[in-house]
């Protein structure tokens, strides 16, 4: 709808894919079947993102009904590969920029601090996800026979593992960190006004320590710092029993979580080089990679961003904190980079409503907060 002369586009996406619902006998009613208790609205998607997307249409038509008109110019690109990191969609992005020029990108696909508490997330880390395979001998052998003459696959695999951190916690890949900025006073400012309780989450993560790398809070760590996690580890006989073989196989999954300049494939070479010259003797390594997103970071004193700010703050009666989300929305960067165009984070959900699980559900409250905070956020222009 381009009929708002001399006023500001927005183009406003979203994702109507899910997660799988498994395991169905954990969901208290069918998972593609709404159902409304407790002020909540239970389905498969209900916040992520059917459910906050929809804000969106139910928020143009309240407008169109009130006012006849629109008070921007509006475009929608929603889509259905979301959640396999949007393959393609980025392609569709690079051939169609005209089509999808805006002046601001509006995506609700984020989350609140806690309830009654907005935020605005200004930075997603990018990702890469791949695997590792060592291989020794050309079949499993007798433990007892070749015990301690021939090489062994698992035990390959951890010292190469171990040989990826440092002690500290610090990623000891040379080169890694590559492209990470050195954090500025502001963004530790922003990133330590998010609420956190260390006891807290110690408690309730069932932990009786917090690691991560030196010299940086928790929230630092989960949201403006690189990461490297072995993610699964396969080796050897997994049978019941046991079976007294030396493996001749064994394989890990590895992901990193990206920030700043760092590129998603050069990450992907380092690992390769670092493991090629950590790699023990009689020990063949192949690398395999499953998913590359970049990391992107937004200005949150940006126009755009600080608008969305003042709807938030009229509607909830408290001004949103600008969080740095440790997860990846993939093409979120390829939206900012392409499109030239500030992406406003303007979330709804809220941490606790089990998206990707069973039980998904979605808070009426917010539901109807929110469609009352988009209508302010595009009257403001």
Known sequence: ?????????????????????????????????????????????????????????????LLKKENGTFPVNVKFCIEGEEEIA??????????????????????????????????ICTSLRGALAMEVEVKTANSDLHSGAYGGAVPNAVHALVRLLDSLHEADGKISVEGFYEGVPEPTEQ????????????EQMKQELGLDALFGESGFTFHEQTGIRPTLEINGVTG?????????????????????????????????????????????????????QFIQAKPVALDSQNPMIQKAADAYEKVYGI???????????????????????????????????????????????????????????????
């Open 187 to 198: 963004l530790r400012k922003e990133v330590a006004e998010i609420p956190f309780d260390e």
């Open 319 to 381: 001004r949103p904190l600008f969080p740095k989300e440790g997860g990846s929305i993939p093409i979120v960067e390829v939206f900012a980079r392409v499109l030239d165009a500030p992406v406003v984070l303007m979330g709804f959900g809220l941490p606790t409503e089990n998206l990707h699980a069973p039980n998904e559900h979605f808070h009426l409250d917010n539901f109807e907060k929110g469609i009352e905070t988009i209508c302010e956020y595009l009257q403001s222009f």
């Open 236 to 288: 050897g006989y997994q049978g019941e029993g046991t079976k007294t073989i030396i493996p001749k196989e064994a394989s890990a999954k590895i992901s990193c979580r990206l920030v700043g300049d760092q590129d998603p494939q050069r990450v992907y070479e380092l690992i390769e080089e670092h493991l090629e010259e950590h790699k023990p003797a009689g020990a063949k390594i192949s690398t395999k």
């Open 1 to 61: 709808w381009l009929h708002a002369e001399g006023r500001p586009t927005v183009l406003i996406y979203g994702h109507y894919d899910v997660q799988p619902p498994e395991p169905l006998e954990l969901w208290e009613t069918p998972p593609f079947e709404p159902v409304i208790r407790d002020g909540k609205i239970f389905a498969r998607g209900a916040t992520d993102d059917k459910g906050q997307l929809f804000l969106h249409i139910k928020a143009l038509e």
């Open 86 to 119: 949007s393959p393609n969609l980025g392609p569709f992005i690079d051939a169609n920029a005209d089509k999808l020029a805006a002046d601001a990108v509006l995506v609700s696909d984020t989350s609140f601090i806690e309830k009654g508490q907005p935020a």
